[in-house]
């Protein structure tokens, strides 16, 4: 996509989730952090997404942005942190069959896996799809990688509008920072993003779920974060020597 294109799609997106927000907080006294919020959160997801495939289809094409033939040797650095990530779904799903949980939590938890589900497809396609394809990784790698991951850092500022705690805030944004950044390297060097939505999904889901059904998760977190801090030095360190070739070609195939 071109850059009028870029910022249209990511102003909407950007928009589409202040009004969720806004709608949680004041709407409802349903504040960021309360698994609740996801039963409104569920409708400005699921809106993204069709706009984001509507707006991909007729702007650009899915190759364009993120969806091309898989590079399987950016797995290596995927596969340990989504490893850890389906141990957290794991302890997520023992405890479902193993603890009393009510019909309105279990609902929730239904809830919370459809809408992360759509979360982590269209984060996934805005930030490491249209907005890091359009800053030409192939020829700037760092810059791109450091701005979409700033971005997607930034997003997460409309959390303010539902009332998220100050520190907590901070936390997060260095946080989805750092995922960020590992997330973009991972996106450029796998050339697809199934992948990512699938982490993505499930990270979101069990972070959630698990204050639905009362799970730590701290020693896998600390283990992702710790494992996260690792690669990220070793890839950033390797960037340049990274074959990125594949990513090379027309942003806007159909406008050639």
Do not use: C
């Not at 809106?47 to 898989?70: D, N, P, Q």
């Not at 929730?108 to 459809?114: E, K």
Request: proline share 4%; aromatic share 12%.
């Amino acid at each position: 996509m071109d850059k009028r294109n870029t910022v249209v799609s990511a102003t909407v997106v950007f928009i589409i989730m202040g009004i969720v927000m806004a709608v949680s907080a004041f709407g409802f006294g349903i504040r960021y952090g309360e698994p609740e919020l996801l039963r409104i959160a569920i409708f400005g997801e699921v809106a993204t997404a069709i706009f984001l495939v509507w707006y991909i289809r007729r702007h650009a094409t899915f190759a364009a942005v993120g969806f091309s033939k898989l590079q399987s040797r950016g797995l290596i650095w995927y596969i340990p942190l989504l490893l850890i990530v389906l141990v957290q779904v794991g302890l997520i799903v023992n405890a479902l069959f193993t603890s009393s949980i009510s019909s309105s939590a279990l609902q929730l938890v239904g809830i919370v896996f459809l809408t992360t589900l759509f979360v982590g497809f269209n984060e996934e396609v805005l930030f490491r799809g249209i907005i890091l394809r359009y800053l030409k990784p192939n020829e700037h790698p760092y810059r791109a990688v450091l701005i979409s991951a700033l971005l997607f850092s930034s997003f997460h500022l409309l959390n303010l509008i539902a009332l998220i705690p100050p520190t907590a805030m901070l936390f997060q944004l260095a946080n989805t920072f750092v995922f960020g950044v590992f997330l973009a390297i991972i996106a450029l060097k796998l050339n697809n993003l199934w992948p990512l939505i699938i982490f993505h999904a499930l990270w979101d889901f069990a972070s959630i779920a698990a204050d639905v059904v009362n799970v730590n998760l701290g020693i896998t977190v600390l283990l992702a974060q710790v494992y996260l801090l690792v690669a990220i030095v070793i890839q950033l360190i390797l960037l340049k020597r990274h074959d990125l070739s594949h990513l090379n070609g027309p942003m806007n195939p159909r406008n050639v």
